[in-house]
């Protein structure tokens, strides 16, 4: 088993930006590919970027290409989200994730354990 925990969310002007992390904990972090994911109210959980377990490669949603940047530090058991120039639509609840196999880096299905995600709110 894995524990997740996000940090970093808040509220920031659009054009602005935020980092975030997620620190895990329980089995070795190292081995998981992670993701982030995000969810607006009355919308499904959507994916935003996701990062292999070294680090080599990253995959991100189109919406936030160019704009957000996922990396790791394995040694400190935690994943980052860099978010720059910021817009409201990027507003949700972003939770990080362990990737447990299949080839969709995009699909909410190959995710498993979950944080209790951290809140963006981008006011316009």
């Known amino acids: 088993q894995v524990q997740l925990v996000e940090s970093g969310g808040g509220l920031v002007q659009a054009g602005g930006s935020l980092s975030l992390s997620c620190a895990a904990s329980?089995?070795?972090?190292?081995?998981?590919?992670m993701g982030w994911f995000r969810q607006s109210p009355g919308k499904e959980r959507e994916f935003v970027a996701a990062?292999?377990?070294?680090?080599?490669?990253?995959y991100y949603a189109d919406s936030v290409k160019d704009r957000f940047t996922i990396s790791r530090d394995n040694a400190k058991n935690t994943v980052y989200l860099q978010m720059n120039s910021l817009k409201p639509e990027d507003t949700a609840v972003y939770y990080c994730?362990?990737?447990?196999?299949?080839?969709?880096?995009?699909?909410?299905?190959?995710?498993?354990?979950w944080g209790q995600g951290t809140q963006v709110t981008v006011s316009s």
């Open positions: 994730a362990t990737k447990v196999g299949g080839s969709n880096w995009y699909s909410i299905r190959n995710y498993n354990y």
């Open positions: 329980g089995r070795t972090f190292s081995w998981y590919d």
């Open positions: 990062i292999r377990w070294s680090g080599g490669t990253t």
